[in-house]
């Protein structure tokens, strides 16, 4: 799982849809802070996790010289 | 843990896997998030987790059943406080649950909570919302 690749998320916005199909069933962002950590997401307004497999084949579909380039 | 700035948080993965979890004297912000869809809650050591601008709960729009969703306040003095929730909406999917939970002591408190609704879903197999307050001063507190 990776976030959306930099051009395609909208500032503040956290998405595990990436347009390249690596998003699949058991994957997770886990956002952590231990120990006396400190995560701070100032800007961050939406947390989005998108319908995978349906996203998946809507970005191969019309996505296809991108994703070969993969 | 700090997202000011967090409005909505919508998990409508086909398994929504999405929480947030305090614990071991841990502390978050989401002092606006007022929306959230499928995202299960957590908190435990003594601690509190309070949501104060959460106004609506939606279980996941998926398509695939079998998924559970929890909100666990574990021992005492560890409340888990939506005092801004007024409706929850329950999984559409089959199998499936939001368990809203009260453990050891723990405390839920939802004071503006009005409505519980499992709305007409994909099916009607088991689903729904369930409430468990176990164990001695375990609570679950809606508005009287």
Do not use: C, K
Request: charged share 15%; glycine share 10%; no cysteine.
């Amino acid at each position: 799982m990776e976030l959306r690749r930099q051009g395609r998320q909208p500032p503040g916005l956290i998405s595990t849809d990436d347009h390249y199909g690596s998003v699949n069933h058991n994957t997770f962002l886990n956002i952590e802070s231990v120990a006396g950590g400190t995560v701070d997401l100032p800007a961050v307004t939406q947390i989005l996790v998108l319908p995978d497999l349906i996203i998946w084949r809507v970005a191969y579909e019309f996505l296809p010289t991108a994703s070969t380039a993969q | 843990m700090n997202l000011p700035a967090l409005t909505d948080w919508n998990d409508m993965g086909n398994t929504s896997g999405s929480s947030i979890t305090i614990r071991n004297s841990g502390a978050v912000n989401f002092d606006n998030f007022t929306s959230a869809i499928g995202v299960s809650l957590y908190v435990a050591d003594g601690l509190t987790l309070t949501l104060p601008a959460l106004t609506t709960f939606a279980a996941n729009r998926g398509v695939n059943g079998g998924h559970t969703w929890n909100w666990r306040a574990t021992g005492p003095a560890a409340p888990l406080d939506l005092p801004a929730l007024t409706t929850i909406n329950g999984p559409l999917d089959h199998n499936a649950f939001l368990n809203i939970e009260s453990v050891a002591g723990g405390t839920v408190d939802l004071p503006a909570v009005t409505q519980i609704l499992v709305p007409a879903g994909f099916n009607h197999l088991a689903r729904g919302v369930r409430v468990l307050a176990d164990g001695v001063d375990s609570v679950v507190i809606f508005p009287r």
